[in-house]
């Protein structure tokens, strides 16, 4: 819509339908009061991919079956380092350690990684509930309640609304990973 001006038809269509290409984007950072955060910090400036990564990021989520991106969970196994874990940002591990977040670190980075996804999920499902409960009041307080809405505003709640369903196929994703924790 950003880019075009236009939602194609088939979005418009798989916004209604139960299998959809639909993304969201959601945001993570490394926490600035963390402990660890100088060590974080100089991994991501030294040792990622040319140029170096910023400390916060932004990941598309959703997709088919709303598995998250590998390299978002990649940056949030790094930022969950801590406790026991914290060895791994020793400087013998320095040039190493980005690799090492590729795979799962321990079970407790897994499950602060998967609550993470989680919970940002549902803050950006809460924020757009509330968004939409204030656009209908808004709308009631109005005129007689009978304007029809542009073809911009349906734009703006078709990709409203996969955006939703993105965020929601990623926290179903999450919580069956979440699950597969208790086996």
């Given at each position: 819509?950003?880019?075009?001006?236009?939602?194609?038809?088939?979005?418009?269509?798989?916004?209604?339908?139960?299998?959809?290409r639909?993304?969201?984007?959601?945001?993570?950072e490394?926490?600035?009061?963390?402990?660890?955060?100088?060590?974080?910090?100089?991994?991501l400036?030294?040792e990622?991919?040319?140029?170096p990564?910023?400390?916060?990021?932004?990941?598309?989520?959703?997709g088919?079956?709303g598995e998250?991106?590998?390299?978002m969970?990649?940056?949030?196994?790094?930022v969950?380092?801590g406790?026991?874990?914290?060895?791994?940002?020793?400087?013998?591990?320095r040039?190493?350690?980005?690799?090492?977040?590729?795979?799962?670190?321990?079970?407790?980075?897994?499950?602060?990684?998967?609550?993470g996804?989680?919970e940002?999920?549902?803050?950006?499902?809460?924020?757009?509930?509330?968004?939409?409960?204030?656009?209908?009041?808004?709308?009631?307080?109005?005129?007689?309640?009978?304007?029809?809405?542009?073809?911009?505003?349906?734009?703006?709640?078709?990709?409203?609304?996969?955006?939703?369903?993105?965020?929601?196929k990623?926290i179903?994703?999450m919580q069956r990973?979440?699950?597969?924790?208790?086996?």
């Amino acid at each position: 819509l950003l880019e075009y001006g236009f939602v194609p038809d088939g979005m418009r269509e798989e916004a209604g339908g139960k299998y959809s290409r639909s993304f969201s984007e959601l945001t993570f950072e490394v926490d600035e009061k963390d402990r660890f955060y100088d060590d974080k910090m100089d991994i991501l400036e030294f040792e990622t991919d040319n140029p170096p990564m910023n400390p916060v990021q932004t990941f598309d989520v959703g997709g088919k079956d709303g598995e998250p991106d590998p390299s978002m969970v990649q940056f949030l196994r790094l930022v969950q380092l801590g406790a026991t874990d914290a060895f791994l940002l020793e400087s013998i591990f320095r040039k190493e350690v980005w690799g090492f977040m590729f795979f799962p670190v321990s079970q407790k980075n897994e499950e602060a990684v998967v609550e993470g996804i989680i919970e940002a999920c549902n803050k950006a499902l809460n924020e757009m509930e509330e968004a939409d409960l204030q656009l209908e009041g808004d709308a009631e307080n109005g005129d007689d309640g009978e304007e029809e809405i542009s073809y911009q505003e349906q734009c703006c709640k078709v990709v409203r609304d996969l955006e939703k369903k993105a965020l929601s196929k990623t926290i179903d994703y999450m919580q069956r990973e979440k699950e597969a924790f208790d086996l």
